[in-house]
């Protein structure tokens, strides 16, 4: 008995410390119903697709627009820990160590996820670690809701030397994190603010960058339809014209 309530304990702490706040930038998010990240390596790996955007990185990040904001991540190499949050300022801006950049409009970032085939509204961030033969580690990634201080999607307690450099070259994913999920719903709604958070721990070379990777929505494939065009079309008439004429002759006038 002892030991059913000491397991029933321990999964009820676990539980609860599962829902607790946390607190960011100073500002404390609740952290309820919050979407499980997984880190994937990239086998093989390959450049960065064009046009895909940074969110956090560094400012010779290929394919980086002018209008899309991202956080510059310019590390000088040998940090104990970088906390970022991204920012939708254009140009890129570093908005300082764990200071809350200025968020994504929601309809900016669904309106660049459909403009890329991404309907479903569902993407992956692509990893790309630079480091001098010292593996970092990613400790965790959030995406947050700014309006409502709510942590939509996490990756937290990354395990020591979890992002270790595959590719070289800057731009060069080394691993994908996923999947994230802003359709409207309850935790999402028209005009929040979003925002991207990473803490890096032992960077020591640089920079490492985050970037969208927009997941295109499979294309419905049309069926063949009964009777579809013209002939279908006149079959239907020539049925309904034999129809009345059938009951014209059951019915005289």
């Known amino acids: 008995m002892k030991r059913l309530l000491a397991t029933t304990a321990m999964l009820l702490a676990m539980t609860m410390a599962s829902h607790a706040d946390i607190v ?7 952290f309820n119903g919050v979407d499980t990240l997984t880190l994937t390596p990239v086998v093989p790996g390959g450049n960065q697709p064009l046009n895909v955007q940074c969110i956090i990185c560094g400012a010779n990040q290929p394919q980086q627009s002018p209008t899309f904001g991202y956080t510059d991540f310019g590390n000088a190499g040998n940090q104990t820990s970088e906390v970022y949050f991204s920012t939708n ?7 300082g160590t764990n200071t809350i950049g200025i968020g994504y409009d929601g309809t900016f970032l669904r309106n660049y996820l459909i403009a890329n085939g991404d309907n479903n509204l569902r993407f992956t961030v692509g990893v790309d670690a630079n480091d001098t033969n010292q593996p970092q580690t990613l400790q965790s990634f959030f995406l947050l809701n700014l309006t409502t201080h709510t942590v939509l999607s996490a990756f937290i307690n990354g395990t020591t030397g ?20 802003i359709s409207l719903g309850t935790d999402i709604h028209l005009g929040d603010k979003l925002i991207f958070f990473a803490n890096i721990q032992n960077a020591n070379d640089g920079p490492d ?11 419905a494939v049309p069926g063949p339809v009964a009777g579809a065009g013209f002939p279908g079309i006149l079959a239907g008439l020539v049925a309904l014209w034999g129809l009345a004429m059938k ?5 005289p006038v």
């Open 247 to 251: 009951r014209r002759r059951r019915n």
């Open 24 to 30: 960011l930038g100073g500002q404390t998010w609740s």
């Open 162 to 181: 979890n992002i270790a450099s595959q590719n070289n070259g800057t731009g060069f994913p080394d691993y994908t994190l996923g999947t994230f999920d």
């Open 89 to 95: 300022v254009s140009g890129g801006a570093n908005p």
């Open 209 to 219: 960058s985050f970037f969208i990777q927009p997941i295109p929505s499979p294309q």
